[in-house]
């Protein structure tokens, strides 16, 4: 998983769908829809087309409503 994938966990669906905004070594870390945070490169897998549709409308709000890079 590189920097500016879609990702999701690979174990439970409660993060939601993610985006890689890091990478170090083998840990990524993930911009999920309500919190950041650094998990192993192994527990996470590529997004569904229906999860990329998801966080990128997500992205899109808040890009929209605070501006910046999301």
């Known amino acids: 998983m590189e920097e500016g994938e879609f990702v999701a966990h690979t174990e439970t669906d409660v993060y939601g769908p993610g985006k890689v905004i890091g990478v170090e070594g083998e840990q990524r870390r993930v ?6 945070a650094t998990i192993k490169a192994a527990g996470l897998r590529k997004a569904s087309q229906a999860e990329t549709e998801i966080i990128e409308h997500w992205l899109r ?3 929209e409503r605070y501006g910046g890079k999301w």
């Open 31 to 36: 911009r999920f829809v309500h919190f950041v």
């Open 61 to 63: 709000m808040k890009q």
